[in-house]
């Protein structure tokens, strides 16, 4: 169980910022099984850290996402806003990496920098040890373009999130999608 979070776990050994798995298998590893499949594995990292992600991912082929085209990750590039997703591959192995932002000691928002989350509290870590990005900063990130894998997600984490959580989610959602359906069960 887990075996990806495992190969990711031993690819980010090397690095020395703070990075969480992110994406759906983040909803997983808060569960504590495997509840779908994946057709990928995401991590995040504060954007501040991603000159340590460069040595990281040194022999590793790295592209970025920007304005919805891939394109070569020039080494001595520092990405700013509002790129934010890097792709590294090498031949057996791939990772999409998602630049996340921080202002002093909380992670920021960045489709609305209001909403704000103390970085002390992200220290999730999974039974086996790996570390994954808060199951309710994971939601809000799925609410803007929701897909089916997502209603699945979260449907399988609501029963497990607690009150603050729950309370986090729905401000989130009523500053952002104030029409998201996922909203009805938050409102109750």
Same mark, same amino acid.
């Given at each position: 169980?887990?075996?990806? @979070?495992?190969?990711?776990?031993?690819? $980010?050994?090397?690095?020395?910022?703070?990075?969480?798995?992110? *994406?759906? #298998?983040?909803? +997983?590893?808060? &569960?504590? =099984? =495997?509840?779908? %499949?994946?057709? +990928?594995?995401?991590?995040?990292?504060?954007?501040? +850290?991603?000159?340590?992600?460069?040595?990281? $991912?040194?022999?590793?082929?790295?592209?970025?996402?920007?304005?919805?085209?891939?394109?070569? #990750? +020039?080494?001595?590039? %520092?990405?700013? $806003?509002?790129?934010?997703? &890097?792709?590294?591959?090498?031949?057996?192995? =791939?990772? =999409? &990496?998602?630049?996340?932002?921080? *202002?002093?000691?909380? #992670?920021?928002?960045?489709?609305?920098?209001?909403?704000?989350?103390?970085?002390?509290? $992200?220290?999730?870590?999974?039974?086996?040890?790996?570390?994954? /990005?808060?199951?309710? &900063?994971? /939601?809000?990130?799925?609410?803007?373009?929701?897909? %089916?894998?997502?209603?699945?997600?979260?449907?399988?984490?609501?029963?497990?999130?607690?009150? %603050?959580?729950?309370?986090?989610?729905?401000? *989130?959602?009523?500053? @952002?999608?104030?029409?998201?359906?996922?909203?009805?069960?938050?409102?109750?």
């Amino acid at each position: 169980m887990f075996e990806k @979070c495992q190969e990711v776990s031993q690819w $980010m050994a090397a690095f020395e910022g703070k990075w969480f798995i992110a *994406g759906g #298998w983040a909803i +997983d590893l808060h &569960i504590g =099984e =495997e509840t779908r %499949q994946h057709q +990928d594995i995401e991590v995040a990292i504060f954007r501040e +850290d991603q000159s340590l992600l460069k040595e990281t $991912m040194s022999g590793w082929r790295v592209h970025v996402i920007e304005n919805k085209q891939l394109r070569d #990750w +020039d080494q001595l590039e %520092q990405l700013e $806003m509002p790129v934010h997703e &890097i792709h590294a591959k090498t031949d057996v192995q =791939e990772l =999409e &990496i998602l630049l996340n932002e921080r *202002g002093g000691d909380r #992670w920021v928002y960045r489709r609305e920098p209001e909403i704000t989350f103390p970085i002390s509290h $992200m220290n999730l870590h999974s039974e086996q040890g790996f570390p994954y /990005l808060n199951p309710e &900063i994971v /939601l809000l990130y799925k609410a803007k373009e929701t897909r %089916q894998r997502d209603e699945q997600d979260f449907e399988k984490i609501f029963p497990r999130l607690n009150e %603050q959580q729950k309370e986090w989610l729905k401000q *989130g959602l009523i500053q @952002c999608h104030p029409n998201h359906p996922w909203l009805e069960k938050l409102l109750l």
